[in-house]
């Protein structure tokens, strides 16, 4: 490769550039269940944590190419490198690691060096750490960036994940320590203490960009609001509860015996009836298949219903007992929060007497999620006890949310929440109108609100992702029947689907399953 140019003199110059390779890989992933995500976590009852560093680098340890040469405006001379037979060593024995549960935590140093691993490691669990590196250019040992990794390993497998790691000829050792209660970062450089400061501190540093690039691209004022929850340092951040039994185990033959509920079995096919379950869909909805295996899991026939069925008379919904409208973004969303789709069906006739004889059978039930959950809130004409369902507007922050939140079951009507009152829980949330707009609170109808670290209802961003008065994100009808709400419980219905678990959840049911057997339940006449 070359660049050409024309110098002052009007002479053409010619200059050769390096070439470079950029390789990606990918392989597959046997078991998500044995996902390590970066968070420091909880000590184990009775142990402490520590933190082993797995190092590559052979001794070298250039600072060309690195985070730190590019504050400085430099490039260096000298990049990070590797030899492959020794990754792919290092990638075998963290495979065994990983297999074998015996670490908490894993994060690679490679984007920042060793000091941003640990930063990171200890942000994202709101856990402190003391460091000691070994001993030489304070610079050179922070903030190399030569392949290697940070493991948090408890105390009774430390000796275990060394020896893996030497077996297979990889540098590693103890470099710190996960504090019990205190918010600390310190790091050593041999006998040097090159960072002293806490956790707050540092989270509130880290996030300084973000804040002011989101200042100017989004709403200024919940940008804001963000970049100062970091100044809480009394936060402790996304925390679940649960009151009610995981899996109530609703494909059993003694699901209706009063017997103890059972560990669930992945998509075992239930022997008692299946009720038909609709999951219907329109152009752009995407949400439909996780519905589905939702449902199907909890012992629903499910049958994908897209609209133009409905249109053409191929499918009548006389034939179900449940109906679901999907999440996902219909017309691509240009016609405003499900407008587009609730107007298919409600300037049609035909389409219009359907739903309306579906909605007042009194043994159906339905759901609405995200984009149908705008749909079906501009359907409520049609559904008895719907009267006071809200409208959803533009989010507050002015942008499309996708995020990990946290909700709360409130005591409502709902078919679907039935045991679940007073839980906190985790979902992933994914819309850009999601804000209710309703002149106030509406007892007994809301069922669901989204709440901060301490589980207080909030508005408060990004707890809050849209703004709605109370964080009010869930509403069912008077006879509960029929229940919309903007965040996923699709996305949570398994344990391995969760994003960040505390080890809170630590079976196959995710929280949310319990939501689909409630539905089965009712179905089948066991509610």
Not at 380 to 409: D, M, T
């Amino acid at each position: 490769m070359h660049t050409v140019w024309t110098d002052s003199h009007g002479q053409q110059q010619k200059q050769v550039a390096p070439l470079s390779l950029v390789v990606s890989s990918f392989a597959p992933v046997s078991d998500v269940r044995l996902t390590l995500t970066p968070d420091l976590k909880p000590d184990p009852e009775g142990e402490s944590t520590f933190l082993v560093l797995a190092d590559l680098s052979c001794g070298e340890k250039p600072l060309g190419a690195t985070a730190l040469a590019q504050v400085y405006s430099q490039l260096g001379d000298t990049h990070a490198d590797c030899d492959a037979a020794k990754l792919k060593d290092f990638f075998n024995a963290t495979q065994r690691i990983v297999k074998n549960s015996l670490a908490l935590a894993y994060h690679d140093r490679s984007d920042g060096g060793v000091v941003a691993t640990l930063a990171e490691m200890a942000i994202t669990g709101g856990r402190g750490i003391v460091a000691r590196l070994a001993d030489g250019d304070a610079l050179q040992e922070l903030f190399n960036e030569q392949p290697g990794a940070v493991l948090q390993v408890a105390e009774s497998n430390v000796k275990k994940v060394l020896r893996l790691y030497h077996a297979a000829g990889i540098e590693a050792e103890v470099i710190g320590a996960v504090t019990r209660s205190s918010r600390s970062f310190e790091v050593f450089v041999g006998q040097r203490k090159c960072i002293e400061t806490d956790i707050t501190t540092l989270r509130r540093a880290w996030s300084e960009t973000t804040y002011r690039m989101q200042a100017l691209r989004d709403n200024p004022a919940t940008a804001k609001e963000e970049y100062d929850n970091a100044l809480d340092a009394e936060d402790p951040g996304l925390n679940f509860k649960v009151t009610y039994d995981l899996d109530l185990g609703t494909g059993s033959d003694d699901a209706d015996t009063g017997a103890e509920p059972r560990q669930m079995l992945l998509f075992e096919a239930p022997r008692k009836a299946k009720p038909a379950m609709c999951i219907l869909r329109e152009q752009g909805v995407n949400g439909h298949i996780e519905m589905a295996a939702a449902f199907a899991l909890a012992g629903f026939s499910c049958r994908d219903v897209h609209m133009s069925d409905l249109i053409a008379g191929r499918v009548n919904l006389d034939d179900f007992q449940g109906l679901v409208a999907c999440g996902g973004f219909s017309y691509g969303d240009v016609l405003g929060a499900g407008s587009g789709w609730a107007r298919s069906i409600l300037f049609n006739d035909n389409l219009k007497e359907m739903f309306k004889r579906f909605f007042e059978r009194p043994d159906t039930f339905s759901l609405g999620v995200c984009n149908g959950c705008q749909m079906l809130s501009q359907l409520k004409e049609l559904i008895p006890g719907a009267e006071w369902w809200p409208k959803f507007v533009r989010n507050i922050s002015e942008q499309f949310e996708a995020r990990y939140s946290c909700i709360e079951i409130e005591p409502s009507p709902s078919i679907f929440f039935k045991g679940m009152e007073g839980s906190r829980l985790p979902i992933a949330v994914a819309h850009g109108e999601g804000r209710v707009w309703t002149t106030g609170w509406t007892p007994g109808i809301c069922a669901a609100h989204f709440v901060d670290g301490r589980g207080n209802a909030t508005t408060r961003y990004p707890w809050n992702p849209n703004g709605s008065l109370g964080g009010q994100t869930a509403f069912t009808t008077a006879d509960g029947r029929a229940t919309i709400m903007m965040p996923h419980p699709e996305r949570g219905f398994r344990a391995c689907q969760l994003s960040y678990n505390p080890g809170v959840f630590t079976g196959e049911p995710g929280p949310w399953l319990r939501m689909f057997q409630n539905a089965y339940r009712f179905a089948t006449g066991q509610a």
